[in-house]
């Protein structure tokens, strides 16, 4: 996707895939050339398994690229998040399907 019809930079390009009606992605990457959130992306999928929907975001916030990972289950709604700027580590923090924090299992 260009920037507008005047500026034919190229600014987000989106991926995907899919794979019958349970699997698939989609990823929008800012491509912009030149500019400091070049490479961030926002991507969703759904997989098999437990936690069977999850989010990736790469980021940049002024400083340093960061990645926050979110899985969770469309049946169950509980999932688990990583966030190591965020949280200070590289551990999961879980919820239940009620929306409730635990102790991831």
């Known amino acids: ?11 987000l390009q989106i991926d995907w895939t899919k794979s019958g009606t349970s699997v698939g992605m ?4 800012w491509i912009k050339t030149g500019d400091s959130f070049k490479d961030s992306y926002i991507e969703y999928g759904l997989t098999s398994g ?5 989010y990736i975001i ?3 916030n002024d400083q340093q690229f960061s990645d926050l990972n979110v899985e ?3 049946i169950g709604k509980n999932g688990r998040v990583k ?3 965020y949280f200070g580590d590289t551990s999961w923090y879980c ?7 635990i102790t991831c299992p």
């Open 50 to 54: 437990d936690l069977n929907a999850y």
């Open 1 to 11: 996707m260009n920037q507008s019809s005047q500026y034919q930079q190229p600014v």
């Open 95 to 101: 919820w239940d399907g009620n929306h409730i924090n």
């Open 58 to 60: 790469h980021y940049y």
């Open 72 to 74: 969770w289950s469309t």
């Open 26 to 29: 989609v990823k929008y990457t």
């Open 83 to 85: 966030c190591p700027v």
